[in-house]
């Protein structure tokens, strides 16, 4: 029958208890005192390696559903003992002998508190026990004349275990790299990748498969006496009338060889995966280091943390932001601006055609470009300097400039009277300058060409 049926109801209230930690610290404690006292414990003697515990450490215990008032007068040690024996944690077993009863921990209970164990205990790495099972296990099936299949199959047991061990180191990479992003400080990174990652994996997992005097040393031999079996029918035959003689109608040897010697190879694909996402990790801490070093120096860096600031509160954080920045700075105006929006295809195409069409025009057309934006032709401005003449001379101390038109005129009169094809000319260069309200121009004089 299998175990998990004999496991009561009330076995699983443990893990939703609100005294779950403290129920699982006493479970360990009494188990170490179970090996160590022949496996029969006394409910004095649990009750004092309780006491004992939590002398050292204090404790909450907190009410259960289950607990009777009465049941809250008792010590926190006999709480404990009498909660674990009601939900099928441990078991009292009568000795009728002696009339003591002991406490004993079930067989379902036993596999539980081996899993706590594993989870909580610093023990030899199963990478290097698995192998040395398998290498052991090997060595004997070859050379014991009392083989049988049972063994190779406690080899290829060992070798899917080991196998499910790198797995597992494998799928559990990606914790490490979120602990990467949540280190804010130079000093947590190192210490989370010094405290955590190297003595964690590359101590404690990872060297074990690197080094030259574990794994592959192993690997090596294993390979070898798979070889060595294979290759030896007359062994093979002898192995396989064992079996038959024994009853053991299961798998053949051939077959159980070539599982183990699979399995093997899937731990090279499994330890190669492993050496990738160890530079992978590598490389990543590298990066974050550089990054925590000149965030505050270099450029990605301020921007990423200002746009980090500003995702905490987006309207708020824009609204001040633009309060203070100064866009008339040439450093934000400028070709290396920070963000430049793209432009559509089409309108990229037709800004290309005009600038082809501009690099195409000459002085003539420049000009002319020039009159039309400005508004004025040439016979305005001839009308301008003549009607302000007097007796054949316009003297631009007299003249009433009184608006903007009026000073743009008189611009664009005296670029008009510097070409060789105008009617008029400058009478005077060096003329005094004239200070007329917001306005500031020289004393000119436009005479008729040829006078």
């Known amino acids: 029958m299998q175990l998990r049926f004999e496991i009561p109801d009330s076995f699983w209230s443990l893990f939703r208890s609100v005294n779950r930690e403290v129920y699982i610290d006493a479970l360990l404690c009494i188990n170490e005192e179970y090996q160590y006292s022949n496996y029969f414990l006394t409910r004095e003697i649990c009750i004092q390696a309780l006491s004992d515990l939590y002398v050292k450490q204090q404790i909450e215990l907190r009410r259960e559903e289950d607990e009777t008032e009465i049941d809250l007068l008792e010590t926190p040690a006999s709480r404990i003992l009498n909660w674990l024996l009601r939900t099928g944690w441990l078991k009292k077993v009568e000795d009728y002998n002696t009339l003591v009863t002991n406490i004993v921990i079930p067989d379902y209970a036993a596999v539980m508190i081996d899993a706590f164990e594993r989870l909580t205990s610093e023990d030899m790495e199963e990478t290097e026990i698995y192998i040395q099972n398998v290498y052991a296990t090997l060595f004997s ?3 014991d004349t ?3 299949l049972n063994m190779l199959r406690t080899a290829l047991v060992n070798t899917r275990r080991l196998n499910k061990a790198l797995q597992d180191m494998l799928h559990n990479m990606d914790k490490f790299f979120a602990r990467l992003l949540e280190q804010k400080t130079y000093g947590e990174l190192l210490q989370e990748h010094l405290e955590g990652y190297v003595e964690t994996i590359v101590r404690k997992k990872y060297h074990i498969l690197k080094t030259s005097d574990n794994f592959y040393l192993y690997k090596t031999d294993i390979k070898r006496v798979l070889q060595e079996m294979r290759e030896d029918e007359e062994w093979i035959e002898n192995v396989r009338a064992q079996s038959k ?5 299961g798998e053949d040897v051939l077959e159980l060889l070539d599982l183990i010697e699979r399995g093997f190879d899937d731990i090279e694909h499994r330890i190669s995966n492993m050496d990738k996402e160890h530079t992978k990790y590598v490389r990543a801490t590298v990066s974050r280091l550089n990054y925590l070093l000149s965030a505050e120096t270099d450029t990605k860096g301020l921007v990423v943390q200002l746009l980090n600031r500003i ?3 987006p309207e708020t954080r824009i609204r001040k932001t633009g309060e203070k920045m100064n866009l008339s700075q040439l450093e934000i105006l400028s070709e290396r601006s920070l963000y430049k929006r793209r432009k559509a295809r089409k309108d990229f195409i037709s800004r290309m055609a005009v600038e082809e069409a501009a690099e195409d ?10 009159r039309i934006q400005v508004r004025y032709s040439r016979q305005q401005i001839e009308e301008f300097i003549r009607s302000h003449m007097v007796d054949d001379v316009m003297d631009v101390s007299t003249l009433p400039l009184e608006d903007d038109e009026t000073f743009e005129k008189l611009i664009l009169a005296y670029d008009y009277s510097t070409r060789r094809s105008s009617k008029y000319r400058i009478a005077e260069e060096d003329a005094l300058m004239i200070e007329n309200g917001s306005y500031r121009y020289p004393a000119l004089k436009f005479v008729r060409r040829g006078v």
């Open 361 to 370: 025009l000459d002085r003539e057309d420049v000009l002319r470009l020039n």
């Open 311 to 313: 995702a905490e509160d």
């Open 146 to 148: 009392r083989v049988n």
């Open 141 to 143: 099936f070859r050379h």
């Open 245 to 249: 003689a024994m009853g053991d109608t």
